[in-house]
């Protein structure tokens, strides 16, 4: 039998679903295999400090579901799904945050056999920190130019990405146990980091143009923050995009509460956003950070700060404590994609490809939000009457693994039932159609059981 260990999904759901959703995530993942027999009920209540009557309902529902079958005398045991009618061999992920990289395979391939023409081994794997190469460093500020953030060299250093930058950033200007303001919905990551740090993450008020000013400035006043962590444009995971007055708006609440702004561009390339950024309106103040993970390739993993002077010595230190190297063949790469037409090929194609899939999703789904700009995630509503993680385990159950909103909130408590679909995990329309065709069959399903009169 394989060994037996589950995390059980946080969020605000039944306990029981929440056990059965851990079981479908491990078979579906093969951790549980056919004809495994699961622990008496007794151990489950215990491993998971739960009630023999919840892990009962839960097995139950396992069962309904056609993950376990019971065997009177003997005990419970994994169900060959194969053999069901309507199972799905294939999970659809739609879960993950990325985007398509054999779109642009062609032009990286082009821009990498440049690199090696060059003869720049030296410069491209030398024992070289971050500040030390100009060329490298005048590359994020002609980079950063095309999306109205005009700067000096000496206010930019390469990094090896957002996460390093939110790494180094909250490793620079905070010490455990601060608290930092966010929205309430945040990406994964920043979540990690906090947690990696000892801060404590206090979510504003957001709408559908992002974090509420006024709340921003309450949430200062009261917690003692002095951070801010804001997503300028097609924030993950809700798609909220500030507008040029709530850019300016939330520039002044940070100077009036004196905090640090950390501005997370990592989407404004993709979108092509030519409005300023809040680094613009509030330049002592903000950190900017920028990279090519979401709109070239997942692993081109070179980012740029633009960094206020009272915090360059701290933040190129803490770069440092992250990753002694800076990323300088990445750096040589984008260099060479700058200069020619690359780079601009690669949004082109990006940005149509994220188009094209916006409108299938949305043509095919309803409980979608609108987006400013596509992107390679959307914003779904969960059915009334469903729970988020109800949602996304039913959906798991046919094939798609989707991302419930408790994922992303900072709240124990989610304020609303809702989930991401990440377009940009599948390579090709088409398989990215058959999960969507997945999900709008369980929609379509609820609608009809929701209308019948009893």
């Not at 009962?56 to 005398?73: Q, W």
């Not at 030296?122 to 190469?133: I, K, V």
């Not at 997370?264 to 300023?276: K, S, T, Y």
């Amino acid at each position: 039998m394989s060994e037996w260990k589950l995390q059980t999904h946080t969020g605000s759901g039944p306990k029981y679903l929440a056990l059965v959703g851990a079981l479908e995530d491990r078979i579906s993942g093969g951790h549980l295999r056919e004809g495994d027999r699961l622990p008496p009920q007794r151990d489950l209540a215990r491993m998971f400090g739960v009630t023999i009557a919840t892990v009962t309902r839960a097995i139950a529902e396992a069962s309904r579901r056609g993950l376990v079958v019971a065997r009177p005398g003997s005990g419970t045991y994994v169900k060959d799904r194969s053999t069901l009618p309507g199972a799905a061999p294939e999970i659809v992920d739609l879960s993950i945050n990325t985007l398509p990289s054999d779109l642009v395979a062609g032009l990286l391939d082009a821009a990498l056999a440049e690199v090696a023409a060059r003869k720049i081994s030296h410069d491209a794997f030398g024992y070289s920190s971050y500040g030390s190469n100009s060329r490298h460093r005048a590359t994020g500020a002609e980079w950063v130019s095309r999306f109205g953030l005009d700067v000096g060299v000496e206010s930019v250093l390469p990094t090896h990405g957002v996460h390093q930058g939110l790494m180094a950033a909250f490793g620079a200007l905070a010490k455990p146990g601060d608290s930092v303001i966010c929205e309430p919905f945040t990406y994964t990551g920043i979540k990690r980091i906090a947690e990696y740090r000892g801060l404590k993450l206090i979510g504003a008020d957001m709408d559908d143009e992002g974090l509420l000013p006024d709340s921003v400035g309450r949430e200062l006043r009261n917690s003692g923050a002095k951070i801010v962590i804001v997503t300028t444009v097609a924030q993950n995971p809700t798609t909220a995009s500030l507008s040029m007055e709530r850019r300016r708006a939330l520039a002044e609440v940070c100077r009036k509460a004196d905090a640090i702004i950390l501005e997370d561009a990592i989407n404004v390339p993709l979108a092509g956003d030519q409005l300023h950024p809040i680094a613009h309106y509030a330049p002592e103040r903000t950190l900017y950070l920028t990279s090519f993970s979401k709109c070239v390739t997942p692993g081109f993993r070179l980012g740029y700060a633009v960094v206020p002077p009272q915090v360059f010595p701290i933040f190129h230190d803490a770069l440092i404590s992250t990753q002694w190297i800076g990323p300088l063949f990445y750096a040589e790469l984008a260099g060479i994609l700058l200069a020619g037409s690359q780079m601009d090929k690669c949004l082109d194609l990006h940005r149509r490809e994220a188009k094209a899939r916006v409108t299938l999703t949305t043509s095919l789904l309803d409980c979608v939000k609108p987006v400013t700009f596509p992107g390679y995630h959307v914003w779904g509503l969960a059915p009334a009457g469903w729970q988020a993680d109800e949602f996304c385990t039913e959906a798991l159950r046919q094939g798609v693994r989707i991302s419930p909103a408790s994922h992303f909130a900072v709240s124990p408590t989610p304020s609303i039932q809702a989930f991401r679909i990440s377009l940009g995990g599948c390579e090709t329309r088409e398989q990215l159609q058959s999960g969507l065709e997945r999900l709008a069959r369980i929609l379509q399903h609820k609608h009809a059981v929701s209308g019948t009169v009893v």
